[in-house]
T-cell receptor
């Protein structure tokens, strides 16, 4: 049981490049989330999904897109990376009650 | 709007000293609160939730609705408690969480 996995672990992009971060979970959870973690700002929700084929905006969605074509996968895309998107990105999944979120190991992204 | 405040970025205590990590919230609904912990090189994980009123690794947290607080406490700090601690508030549907900015606990000898 791998839980929540994220690919890749590290990435360096140049400004304007695009990339996709993959999150996969094997717990059959309905809900999935993408966060970014920045020093002094904690975790902020980018986008989330309440089930296969659904997505919704979180607190800081600008510059990101997501897709949930399969229940176990949640993809986060950056169409045109900017230095302000340098961050550590975490994926998480959850069921309804008791509401615990299970986190992936994170992806460290640097945009130069 | 919902908000979680953790006023201390860093809390440094000696081994064996009591620990209190502060968390205050603002929320118009009935609050459900959590503490998550991130040890060095490990993923973020749930430490405890107020609804279960449990003690995990010696930590406890009591929800005080009058003071809108959910402080995390431990009577005697251990070196292995050194980590980043986040307070989180369940908000809206889909089990969404609003996180505080986190407090780094540093336990020294």
């Amino acid at each position: 049981n791998a839980g929540v996995t994220q690919t890749p672990k590290f990435r360096v992009l140049k400004t304007g490049q695009s990339m996709t971060l993959l999150c996969a979970q094997d717990m059959n959870h309905e809900y999935m989330y993408w966060y970014r973690q920045d020093p002094g700002m904690g975790l902020r929700l980018i986008h989330y999904s309440v089930g296969e084929g659904t997505t919704a905006k979180g607190e800081v969605p600008d510059g990101y897109n997501v897709s949930r074509l399969k229940k176990q996968n949640f993809l986060l895309g950056l169409e045109s990376a900017a230095p302000s998107q340098t961050s550590v990105y975490f994926c998480a999944s959850s069921e309804d009650s008791p509401y615990e979120q299970y986190f992936g190991p994170g992806t460290r992204l640097t945009v130069t | 709007a919902q908000r979680v405040t953790q006023p201390e970025k860093l809390l440094s205590v000696f081994k064996g000293a009591p620990v209190e990590l502060k968390c205050n919230y603002s929320y118009s609904g009935s609050p459900e609160l959590f503490w998550y912990v991130q040890y060095s090189r490990q993923r973020l994980q749930l430490l405890l939730r107020h609804i279960s009123r449990e003690s995990i690794k010696g930590f406890t947290a009591d929800l005080n609705k009058g003071e809108t607080s959910f402080h995390l406490k431990k009577p005697f700090a251990q070196e292995e408690d050194s980590a980043m601690y986040y307070c989180a508030l369940l908000t809206g549907t889909a089990s969404k969480l609003t996180f505080g900015t986190g407090t780094r606990l540093q336990v020294t000898l």
